[in-house]
C-alpha cells in the first residue's frame, strides 16, 4: 500500500470506526481518537512533499491496480506539482477541525467527527485519483458527508441550505459523469486521465465535453451566478463545515479545471477562455461589492470566497506561467486564510450565538489575544504583502498583465474592494468601544483556540515571506500543463 | 436436442414443488404458534433451491428439457439464485411482522414457495405457454399472499386491483402471444426467433402482437403507462406481501423480457426499442414526480420502483444499434445489473419499514421515519446506505448500475442515445431529492416517536448484511458486474 492510498484510507477507516462504535458517553475518547487519526493521516502526506521531485511533471507516488475490470476501471492514484500541496492542505485542515470542535460539539460527538475524518480521507481521493471514475466516485461521495454536516450541526435553515447544496453540486456532477462516459468509448475504453489528455476530439466534441465540465466544476468554485449556495451552505454550517467548504471544497471544482477541462479540450479552453475570464471578473468586482454590504460575518467571508476563487479561475484562463501558478497559490493560501476566518467568526459565535456585525464592536478591549490574530488574517484576506494572501494575487495579476492591461486592471480592483469589506468589518467588530453587555463578558481565547489559529497564521505567514517550496513543487507541472494546453488536439 | 426429457434441466423446480408440497403438510402437524418448524423448513427449501441454482450457474452450460419446453442456462440459474436469496431475506424481515398481524400460517409460507416456483418456471422458460404459465403461478400465488389479512380492508382492497388488472395484463400477454403463435406458427422461442429472420412474416401482425406483448410485460414491470397498480398495490398490501412483490418477481419480469423479446424476437428490435424509450422516459418522468409528493413511505417508494423500472429498461433500449447487435450483451447485463442491485437495495428499505412496525402501529408514513438516526443511528445510517443508493450517489452499488445503463446508452455513439443519457441523469437528479429527503428527515429532525426500536437479533443482522452488501458491491462491483456479462453473453450465443 503506498502513501496515497494510507492518507486516503487512514482517515476514513478511522472515521467509519467511530461511526460504528463511537458514543457519546465517551465523547473524550472519540475526541482523541479523531484527533490522533486527523494527525496520523497529516504525518503520512508529509513525505509526499519531502520526497517530492520538483524536476518533472510527471506523476509521483503512482499506484496502479485493476478496480473494475469490466470497464477497465483502475485504481489509480498520483501527485504532480498541481496537486500534491492540496493533499496536504486537507490533512493540515482536518487537524484545525477536529480542534475546532473539542468543547463546541457536544451531541452525537462520534458522528461529527467521523463525517469530518471521511470528508477528509474522499477529498484527498480526489486530488491523487488519475483515474475519472475513481475521481467521480470521491467527488460525489463527498456531498454525503457534507449534507449531513450541515444538516445535523447546522444553524436554523440548515435543511434548506443542506438541499440546496446537495442538489447543486449533484445536478453539475452528473452532466460530468455524462462526459467521462464519452470518454471512455471514445477512448475506446479506457478511464485513465492522462490517456485523455492524449485524445485528439473534434471542436464539436471539445464544446460540449468542455462545458459538461464547467457545469460540475463552476457549481463547486464556485463562480458566478451559480454560487447562490455557498452563502446559504456557509451561514448554516457549523463552523467546521464552513472552514472545510472554504479551505476545500472550492478547491476540488477549481482543481478540476486544471486537471479535466484545460488539458482534455484545451481547443475549447482557448476558444471558450474569454467567458470564463468574464465570470471570474464578475466574480471580482459585482461579487466584491456584494461582499461589502453584507450583514452577516459569515456570509460576508462567503462572499468573499466567491470573489477570492474567481481569482483562481481567472488565472487559470489566461494560459501564462505566471498567472496559472498564481491561481493555485491563491487556491492555497486562501485554504488558509478563509478557514482561519470561519474559525475566528466561530470563536466568536460560540460565545456571543450571534454572526450579525452589529452585534459586536470593541472586541479587542476584552479579547486583545483574539483580535491580534484576527486581524492579522483579515489583513491577510484583503492580499497585504507578506501575507500568503499577496502572493498569488500578486502573481495572477502580473501574469495577466501580459495577457491583457485592461482584464488585469479590473481584477486589480479586488484589493480595492477585498481591503474595503474586510477592514470596515474589522473596524465594526473589533475596534472602537465596547458595543455592548455581551462583548463586555467575553473572555478572551484559551489555549485550544489560540493553538488552532496559530498554527494557521503561522501557515499564511509561511506563505507570505517565503512562498518557494510551493511554488518551486509546482513549476515544472505548470510549464508542462500549458505547453500541453497551447497544442490543439483536433486532429 | 428437443426430443428428451432431460430431467436434469428442471431439478431445482421439481425440488421447490416437492418442498411446497412438503410444507402445506407438514404445517397440519406443527402446534407452535410461532410456526418454527415450518419457517425453518421453507427456509432450508429455498437455500437448497439457491445452491442447486448456484451449482447449475457454475456450470455454466446451456441444456434443454422437458421436449425443449424449458431451457437451463446460466442466466436463468442466476437470476434464480438471485430470487431465492431474495425470497429467504424476505421471510426474515416479514417474520415478526407477520406474526404480530395473525399473518402466520402456513398458508403463507406454502404461497410464497408456489410464487418462488412460478418465478422460477419462468426463468426457465423457452416456449411462450411455459412463460405464461410460470407468470399465471406466481401471480395467482402473490394475489392470494396479497388478501391473506382477510379481515384487513386496505389489503383486500389492494388484493382486489392488483387481481383485476394483473389478469387484465396477462390477457394483454397472452393475447400478443398468440398473435405471434398465428403469424410464425410456433410456441417456442428459438422457432419464432428463426421464423422472424426468414422476413416472409406478415409484418402487421407481429407489429400488433408485439405491442400487446410489450403492454403485458409493461403491467409486470410497472412502467408507465401500466403503472396504475403499483402505488396502490403497494401502499395497500401488507408490507412483507409489498416486499414478495417488490422483490424477486422484478427479477422475474426482468428475466421474461429478455426471453420474450430478446431471444424470442430479437429481429423485432427497432419496434419494440422504440416502444421501451416511451415507456422508460415515461416512467422516469412520472414515477420521480409523483414520488416527491408522496407522504406515505410504501407509496413513495412504489412510485420510485416505477422510476428505477423506468431507467432499467433504458439499459434495454440500446441493444440493436442500426441493425447491429454488437451492443446487445454491453447493453443487456447492463440491465440485469441494475434489476439485481435494485432488488437488493429494494429488500432492505421494506426490510426497515417491516422492522419498525409493531403491533398495532405501521410505520410506512414518511414522518415515521422522524429522527431515528437519534433512536437508532445503526438503522439509520443502514437506511440512508439504501437511499444514497436509490439516488445513485456512489460509493454504493446504485451508483454502478447508473454507470453501466449510461455508458450501454452513451457507447452507441448515437446522438439521439446520449440526449437519452443527459435526459436520464437530469430526471434522476429529481430522484435524488425525495431520496435524500428522507435521509433529511431520519438525520435532521427531531423524533416524534421516541419508542425504543425493537429488532429481532436475526432482522438485524441480516439488515446490516444487506446494507453492508449494498456499500461493498459499491466498492467492489467488478465482481457482480462479471457475472451479470458472463449469464448474458451465453443467452445471446444460445
Known amino acids: 500500500m503506498g502513501l496515497l492510498s494510507v492518507a486516503i484510507w487512514l482517515p476514513i477507516v478511522a472515521g467509519a470506526l467511530l461511526l460504528a462504535i463511537g458514543r457519546d458517553e465517551h465523547a473524550d475518547t472519540v475526541r482523541w481518537t479523531a484527533l490522533g487519526a486527523a494527525i496520523a493521516g497529516f504525518a503520512v502526506t508529509v513525505p509526499l512533499v519531502t520526497g517530492f521531485d520538483t524536476s518533472t511533471a510527471a506523476m509521483q507516488f503512482v499506484e496502479n491496480l485493476p478496480w473494475i475490470e469490466r470497464f477497465n476501471v483502475r485504481y489509480h492514484l498520483g501527485v504532480d506539482g498541481l496537486s500534491v500541496w492540496f493533499v496536504l492542505l486537507t490533512a493540515f485542515i482536518t487537524i484545525i477541525v477536529v480542534i475546532s470542535a473539542w468543547e463546541v460539539i457536544t451531541e452525537r460527538v462520534n458522528q461529527y467527527m467521523g463525517a469530518f475524518l471521511i470528508l477528509s480521507g474522499l477529498m484527498v481521493g480526489v486530488f491523487s485519483a488519475l483515474d475519472g471514475l475513481l475521481f467521480y466516485v470521491f467527488f460525489e461521495a463527498t456531498l454525503i458527508p457534507m449534507y449531513i454536516i450541515i444538516g445535523v450541526w447546522g444553524g436554523p435553515r440548515r435543511v434548506y441550505a443542506a438541499f440546496k447544496f446537495f442538489l447543486y453540486t449533484l445536478a453539475g456532477s452528473l452532466l460530468m459523469l455524462i462526459a467521462l462516459v464519452y470518454l471512455y468509448y471514445k477512448s475506446g475504453g479506457s478511464f485513465q486521465i492522462l490517456d485523455w489528455h492524449k485524445l485528439p476530439l473534434p471542436m464539436s466534441a471539445q464544446a460540449l465535453l468542455f462545458f459538461a465540465f464547467f457545469a460540475a466544476f463552476a457549481v463547486k468554485v464556485p463562480m458566478w451566478p451559480v454560487h447562490t449556495w455557498l452563502p446559504d451552505a456557509h451561514v448554516e454550517a457549523p463552523t467546521g463545515g464552513s472552514v472545510v467548504l472554504a479551505a476545500i471544497m472550492l478547491k476540488l471544482g477549481a482543481y478540476g479545471f486544471l486537471r479535466f477541462s484545460m488539458p482534455i479540450a484545451p481547443d475549447a479552453s482557448r476558444e471558450y477562455a474569454w467567458f470564463i475570464i468574464a465570470l471570474s471578473l464578475i466574480a471580482i468586482v459585482y461579487i466584491g461589492l456584494v461582499a461589502l454590504v453584507q450583514q452577516d460575518m459569515k456570509k460576508l467571508i462567503a462572499y468573499s470566497s466567491v470573489a477570492h476563487m474567481g481569482f483562481v479561475t481567472l488565472g487559470f484562463f489566461v494560459f501564462n506561467d505566471l498567472a496559472v501558478a498564481g491561481g493555485i497559490v491563491q487556491m492555497i493560501s486562501h485554504g488558509f486564510v478563509s478557514g482561519a476566518m470561519f474559525l475566528c467568526i466561530g470563536v466568536l459565535y460560540d460565545r456571543v450565538h450571534s454572526r450579525e456585525i452589529a452585534a459586536y464592536g470593541g472586541v479587542v478591549n476584552t479579547m486583545p489575544k483574539f483580535a491580534a490574530l484576527a486581524v492579522f488574517f483579515a489583513m491577510a484576506n484583503c492580499g497585504l504583502p507578506g501575507t500568503g494572501g499577496f502572493v498569488g494575487e500578486w502573481m495572477v495579476i502580473l501574469g495577466t498583465v501580459k495577457t491583457n492591461f485592461w482584464i488585469a486592471a479590473l481584477a486589480a480592483t479586488t484589493l480595492v474592494f477585498g481591503a474595503a469589506y474586510t477592514l470596515w468589518m474589522v473596524k465594526r467588530v473589533y475596534f472602537g468601544a465596547v458595543a455592548n453587555d455581551d462583548v463586555k463578558a467575553l473572555a478572551d481565547v484559551n489555549a485550544r483556540e489560540f493553538t488552532m489559529l496559530a498554527l494557521l497564521a503561522l501557515a499564511v505567514l509561511w506563505m507570505g515571506v517565503y512562498p518557494k517550496p510551493f511554488t518551486d513543487v509546482m513549476n515544472v507541472s505548470v510549464t508542462e500543463l500549458l505547453r500541453h494546453v497551447a497544442v490543439s488536439k483536433l486532429n | ?494
Open chain 2, 1 to 494: 436436442m428437443n426430443d428428451t426429457m432431460n430431467w436434469l434441466a428442471v431439478y431445482p423446480e421439481i425440488l421447490l414443488l416437492g418442498m411446497a408440497c412438503v410444507v402445506a403438510l407438514v404445517d397440519l402437524f406443527v402446534t407452535d404458534p410461532q410456526r418454527r418448524p415450518t419457517y425453518w423448513l421453507t427456509q432450508a427449501s429455498i437455500a437448497a433451491v439457491a445452491a442447486l441454482h448456484l451449482a447449475y450457474f457454475e456450470g455454466g452450460f446451456t441444456l434443454y428439457g422437458m421436449q425443449g419446453m424449458v431451457v437451463t442456462d446460466p442466466l436463468g440459474h442466476l437470476l434464480g439464485f438471485f430470487a431465492c436469496i431474495a425470497t429467504m431475506v424476505t421471510l426474515v424481515y416479514a417474520r415478526p411482522y407477520i406474526g404480530s398481524r395473525d399473518m402466520l400460517k402456513g398458508e403463507f409460507f406454502t404461497l410464497t414457495l408456489f410464487s418462488l416456483l412460478g418465478i422460477s418456471v419462468m426463468l426457465s422458460a423457452n416456449n411462450f405457454l411455459v412463460v405464461y404459465l410460470g407468470l399465471e403461478l406466481m401471480s395467482l400465488s402473490l394475489y392470494a399472499l396479497t388478501a391473506l389479512r382477510r379481515d384487513h380492508g386496505p389489503s383486500t382492497e389492494a388484493a382486489m386491483k392488483y387481481f383485476v388488472l394483473g389478469a387484465l395484463a396477462s390477457g394483454f400477454l397472452l393475447y400478443g402471444l398468440s398473435m405471434m403463435y398465428g403469424a410464425t406458427g410456433s410456441l417456442d422461442l428459438a422457432e419464432v426467433f428463426k421464423a422472424i429472420g426468414t422476413g416472409q412474416i406478415n409484418k402487421q401482425v407481429l407489429i400488433i402482437g408485439i405491442v400487446f406483448v410489450v403492454a403485458g410485460l409493461g403491467f409486470k414491470l410497472g412502467a408507465v403507462p401500466f403503472h396504475m397498480w403499483v402505488p396502490d398495490v403497494y401502499q395497500g398490501a401488507p408490507t412483507a406481501v409489498t416486499l414478495l412483490i417488490a422483490g424477486a418477481p422484478k427479477l422475474a419480469a426482468f428475466a421474461i423480457t429478455i426471453r420474450l423479446l430478446v431471444e424470442g424476437m430479437l429481429g423485432l428490435a427497432v419496434d419494440w426499442q422504440q416502444m421501451l424509450v416511451v415507456l422508460s422516459v415515461g416512467s422516469m418522468v412520472i414515477g420521480n414526480l409523483a414520488a416527491i409528493a408522496q407522504t406515505n413511505l410504501k407509496r413513495m417508494l412504489a412510485y420510485s420502483t416505477i422510476a428505477q423500472m423506468g431507467f432499467m429498461l433504458l439499459g434495454l433500449t440500446s441493444g440493436v444499434v442500426n441493425g447491429n447487435t454488437l451492443s446487445a450483451a454491453n447493453a443487456y447485463s447492463s440491465a440485469m445489473f441494475y434489476v439485481v442491485t435494485y432488488v437488493l437495495t429494494t429488500l432492505g428499505t421494506f426490510g426497515l419499514v417491516l422492522l419498525l412496525a409493531r403491533q398495532g402501529f405501521e410505520a410506512e408514513e414518511i414522518s415515521d421515519f422522524a429522527g431515528l438516526a437519534r433512536r437508532s443511528p445503526w438503522l439509520a445510517g443502514v437506511m440512508a446506505i439504501f437511499m444514497f443508493s436509490l439516488a445513485g450517489v456512489p460509493p454504493t452499488v446504485g451508483f454502478y448500475a447508473k454507470l453501466a445503463v449510461l455508458q450501454a446508452l452513451v457507447s452507441t455513439n448515437v446522438a439521439g442515445y446520449i440526449w437519452l443519457a443527459v435526459v436520464a441523469v437530469l430526471l434522476s437528479l429529481i430522484g435524488a431529492y425525495y431520496y435524500v429527503r428522507l435521509v433529511k428527515v431520519m438525520y435532521f429532525d427531531e423524533p416524534v416517536d421516541t419508542t425504543p426500536v425493537h429488532a429481532a437479533r436475526d432482522v438485524r443482522a441480516v439488515l446490516s448484511l444487506n446494507g453492508a452488501a449494498v456499500l461493498l458491491f459499491g466498492i467492489l462491483p467488478g465482481g457482480l458486474m462479471a457475472m451479470c456479462a458472463q449469464a448474458i453473453v451465453r443467452a445471446l450465443a444460445s
